[in-house]
C-alpha cells in the first residue's frame, strides 16, 4: 500500500486538529502542542516567544506546528482559537464569552480585528486596485454612493479625501439623487459605490444607469455580490459574518483601509498638484482662529 500523507481536516477546531494530530508530531511540536491544549486560553494571548519559552522550544517550531495543522500561521491559529472557544454569547461577539473578564474581552476583539488587518493584503487584487486608481485620478467627477449608516460614513469620508486632492467630488446616499448623479455622469467621470452587502436595488439602479452613461464603476463589497458583478472595477473583501450588526467592525476597517489606499494612490498619481492642494488646505485650517484654537494643545 502507498504511503498516503495525512491532512488535518481543515473544518475542525484548532484544539481538535492538536489532539488529532498529536501522535504524528516531532517531539519538540508536541511539547508546543501540549502548551495550546494545557491552557488555551493563556496560550492564545501569549507571544510566540512566550509560547516557545514554556514549551522549551525555538519560536520557529511554534510557527511550523501551526502550518502543520493547516494554518497560514500562528496568527491565523490563534484567531480561530479564540473564535472556537467563544459561547454564550452568539449575537454579541463571536469570540467573546460571558465568562471572559474585561482584559480577555479587550483582546479577543482587539486580536480578532488585527489578524484580520494583517491578513487584508491577501485578499487585494492588485491590478483591480491599480486600475481604480488610474481611473479615479483621471476622473472628471467621482459620486460616492452609499446604503446604510456605516456605507454612508464611508462614502462621505472618501468623498472628503478626494475634495482634498482638487477632484470634484460628491456623497449621495438618497436613491433619487443617486439616480440624478448617475444620468448627469460621462464617460470621464466614476462613481465609488459603498454597499458590503451589495444587493440593496436602488444602487444597483444607480449603478446600471452610470454604466449606461459610460462611466466608471469601483464596488467596494463582498465577494460575488450583486454589486460586484455589476462593478466595472469590484474592489472585494471577504469578511466573517458580525454576531450584531450586518457591517460589522471589520468589514468597516477593511474599507476604510481600501478607501485610504485609493486616495493614496490617487494623490501619487496626480502628482505636485495634489500634494500642493493638501497642503494649502492644511495651511487655511491652521491659520485660521477656531480651528488654531480647537487644535491646540492648551487650554
Same mark, same amino acid.
Given at each position: ?23 504524528k ?10 502548551v ?5 486560553? !493563556?496560550?492564545?494571548r ?19 506546528l ?29 469570540a467573546v ?6 482584559g ?138 458580525d ?16 478607501i ?26 491652521e ?5 488654531? !484654537?480647537? !487644535?491646540?494643545?492648551?487650554?
Amino acid at each position: 500500500m502507498k504511503n498516503v500523507q495525512h491532512v488535518p481536516v481543515v473544518g475542525a477546531s484548532p484544539l481538535e486538529r492538536l489532539r488529532a494530530e498529536m501522535d504524528k508530531l516531532p517531539t519538540a511540536s508536541r511539547r508546543a502542542a501540549q502548551v495550546f491544549l494545557d491552557d488555551a486560553g !493563556w496560550a492564545m494571548r501569549a507571544s510566540v516567544d512566550e509560547l516557545a519559552l514554556r514549551a522549551q522550544v525555538s519560536a520557529p517550531t511554534i510557527v511550523r506546528l501551526c502550518r502543520t495543522l493547516g494554518f497560514s500561521g500562528l496568527t491565523d491559529f490563534k484567531l480561530q482559537l479564540a473564535q472556537s472557544l467563544a459561547g454564550g454569547t452568539p449575537y454579541l461577539h463571536r469570540a467573546v464569552n460571558s465568562a471572559d473578564s474585561v482584559g480577555e474581552m479587550v483582546h479577543k476583539i482587539l486580536f480578532g480585528a488585527a489578524a484580520f488587518m494583517t491578513n487584508l493584503e491577501k485578499q487585494i487584487d492588485l491590478a483591480m486596485m491599480e486600475a481604480a486608481i488610474a481611473k479615479i485620478a483621471a476622473a472628471g467627477r467621482v459620486d460616492c454612493y452609499s446604503v446604510g449608516n456605516t456605507s454612508t460614513s464611508l462614502a462621505n469620508d472618501a468623498q472628503g479625501r478626494f475634495f482634498r486632492l482638487g477632484l470634484i467630488s460628491n456623497s449621495y446616499f438618497d436613491a433619487h439623487m443617486q439616480l440624478i448623479s448617475a444620468a448627469s455622469l460621462s464617460a470621464h467621470d466614476v462613481v465609488l459605490a459603498i454597499s458590503h452587502v451589495g444587493r440593496m436595488p436602488t444602487l444597483l439602479e444607480a449603478v446600471a444607469v452610470a454604466r449606461e452613461q459610460g462611466a466608471t464603476v469601483i464596488g467596494l463589497t463582498l465577494p460575488d455580490t450583486p454589486l460586484a458583478r455589476h462593478c466595472t472595477i469590484p474592489l472585494t473583501v471577504s469578511v466573517s459574518e458580525d454576531a450584531v450588526v450586518r457591517v460589522g467592525t471589520e468589514a468597516y476597517l477593511a474599507h476604510l483601509a481600501l478607501i485610504e489606499i485609493l486616495m493614496v494612490g490617487v494623490g501619487i498619481r496626480r502628482g505636485p498638484d495634489a500634494i500642493e492642494k493638501l497642503k494649502r488646505v492644511r495651511q487655511v485650517l491652521e491659520a485660521h482662529p477656531a480651528a488654531k !484654537w480647537v !487644535w491646540s494643545k492648551t487650554e
